[in-house]
């Protein structure tokens, strides 16, 4: 700080810039921003099939809803100074389309298998509505909705496993299976010590991901129960935003959705994927 604390700095700076240097130095100002985004609609969400880890793109409709995605930043003037994604291209691809649709290309872009989705053991793959047709309506919410409950483990070699894939060497190929508290594990940390400084600092930050990961996310921001987290879905390709105050807790509760009526209906979708 003392570095730039001479007089011809100072003159160079207008009231406002000192007021957000001053800020940016001593902490953050009254409220922080932060944007959460859904992937747009994957292959296999349009399919039906669990995805988790597996590596799918993005369907027509999911790329067009990446692109409504940065209009909506744009028309709501919430353009993203850093954006955080998963290491799985249907994130990336929302992330490179919002951007692209927003005229932010050039921002900063931090990625981390610590934003994947929730590994969905060997359930990988399988269709939703066979699956509880299967195993029945309460074995097949506990393994989808429940807080603690991990479907069965993924086994390694098989053919919807991530073991032998490079990007998840230095975790000897990730887990084989998660629930939501196992996701809650592996990525409140990230955002503590990695994107929490960033709202500090004053920068707008995006956070592009998976439903799993950001309901994790949300399940720390808003406080909600173990219980009652089962009954929130995120629906794909609609900003979320949350104004945090000085102790990073929303300002509004849930945050808002830039399209809430697209929001509504988007997670009664979520809701009643299984169903044919």
Request: hydrophobic share 40%; charged share 25%; net charge negative.
């Given at each position: 700080?003392?570095?730039?604390?001479?007089?011809?700095?100072?003159?160079?700076?207008?009231?406002?810039?000192?007021?957000?240097?001053?800020?940016?130095?001593?902490?953050?100002?009254?409220?922080?921003?932060?944007?959460?985004?859904?992937?747009?609609?994957?292959?296999?969400?349009?399919?039906?099939?669990?995805?988790?880890?597996?590596?799918?793109?993005?369907?027509?409709?999911?790329?067009?809803?990446?692109?409504?995605?940065?209009?909506?930043?744009?028309?709501?003037?919430?353009?993203?100074?850093?954006?955080?994604?998963?290491?799985?291209?249907?994130?990336?691809?929302?992330?490179?389309?919002?951007?692209?649709?927003?005229?932010?290309?050039?921002?900063?872009?931090?990625?981390?298998?610590?934003?994947?989705?929730?590994?969905?053991?060997?359930?990988?793959?399988?269709?939703?509505?066979?699956?509880?047709?299967?195993?029945?309506?309460?074995?097949?919410?506990?393994?989808?909705?429940?807080?603690?409950?991990?479907?069965?483990?993924?086994?390694?070699?098989?053919?919807?496993?991530?073991?032998?894939?490079?990007?998840?060497?230095?975790?000897?190929?990730?887990?084989?299976?998660?629930?939501?508290?196992?996701?809650?594990?592996?990525?409140?940390?990230?955002?503590?010590?990695?994107?929490?400084?960033?709202?500090?600092?004053?920068?707008?930050v995006l956070i592009v991901a998976h439903g799993n990961s950001l309901r994790a996310l949300v399940k720390h921001l808003d406080q909600i129960s173990d219980d009652e987290i089962s009954e929130l879905n995120i629906p794909t390709?609609?900003?979320?935003?949350?104004?945090?105050?000085?102790?990073?807790?929303?300002?509004?509760?849930?945050?808002?959705?830039?399209?809430?009526?697209?929001?509504?209906?988007?997670?009664?979708?979520?809701?009643?994927?299984?169903?044919?």
């Open positions: 700080v003392a570095a730039i604390s001479g007089p011809d700095f100072r003159s160079a700076l207008t009231l406002d810039a000192r007021r957000t240097l001053r800020e940016r130095l001593t902490g953050m100002g009254d409220t922080a921003t932060l944007v959460l985004l859904r992937h747009g609609e994957s292959e296999w969400n349009s399919l039906n099939l669990f995805t988790g880890w597996v590596d799918v793109g993005l369907t027509e409709k999911g790329r067009a809803e990446a692109v409504r995605s940065g209009e909506l930043l744009t028309e709501h003037g919430l353009l993203p100074d850093v954006l955080y994604t998963s290491l799985l291209r249907r994130a990336i691809t929302t992330a490179h389309l919002a951007l692209d649709a927003a005229d932010r290309l050039w921002l900063p872009v931090r990625r981390s298998w610590r934003l994947n989705e929730r590994h969905y053991g060997a359930l990988q793959g399988l269709d939703k509505a066979e699956t509880k047709a299967r195993y029945g309506d309460e074995q097949f919410m506990a393994w989808r909705r429940s807080y603690d409950t991990p479907p069965p483990p993924i086994e390694k070699g098989s053919k919807f496993s991530q073991d032998g894939d490079p990007r998840y060497a230095d975790i000897s190929g990730g887990p084989l299976t998660e629930c939501l508290a196992d996701v809650v594990v592996r990525f409140l940390p990230y955002f503590t010590d990695v994107i929490v400084p960033d709202l500090r600092f004053g920068k707008t390709g609609i900003p979320l935003r949350y104004d945090l105050d000085a102790d990073l807790r929303p300002v509004v509760p849930g945050g808002t959705y830039l399209d809430p009526e697209a929001a509504a209906a988007g997670a009664a979708a979520v809701a009643s994927q299984g169903a044919r």
